[in-house]
């Protein structure tokens, strides 16, 4: 594996796309293609996957880990790769948030439980729960 970039949480981080032929399945050499493109601009210093440009409510756990893989394939050893969490569960995105750490990612992006889209959010307790949770299953940032 190729030495990895490290994050730091300063300048421009776009959310990549991810696009899909018509049968939902990832268009993989459209997304390196993608990849490429976006890390070739001037001024990118990480790169955002599996977020909500990249349809991750609609991806699979295993599509998730795929697309991980072929952003660090294209531009991992350029960039450091932010791993979008997005889970209903906080122990589903403990898992998700492990996952990303040990394939590779520099940093999370973390979103909120859509529990608390619910009436969650009248309980502040739930939301410092959620992201506590997955701040104790990794040390990203």
């Known amino acids: ?10 300048g421009v981080i776009p ?5 899909f032929h018509e049968d939902l399945t990832i268009d993989e050499p459209s997304f390196r293609r993608h990849l490429r493109e976006v890390a070739g601009v001037r001024g990118i210093t990480a ?21 991980m893989e072929i952003a660090l394939e294209e531009v991992g050893d350029r960039l450091p790769v932010v791993h979008g969490i997005y889970a209903d ?14 394939g590779g990612a520099a940093a999370l992006l973390v979103f909120p439980s859509t529990v608390l889209a619910m009436g969650g959010s009248l309980r502040p307790e739930m939301a410092f729960a959620h992201f506590a949770t997955i701040a ?3 040390d990203l940032p």
């Open 15 to 19: 959310a990549c796309l991810l696009p």
């Open 89 to 102: 569960g906080s122990g589903n995105a403990a898992r998700l948030a492990r996952r990303a750490q040990t």
């Open 47 to 67: 790169i955002t996957i599996n977020a909500h440009a990249s349809e991750v409510a609609a991806c699979t756990e295993a599509e998730q880990a795929r697309v």
């Open 1 to 10: 594996m190729a030495e990895r970039v490290g994050f730091r949480a300063e």
């Open 136 to 138: 104790e299953a990794t």
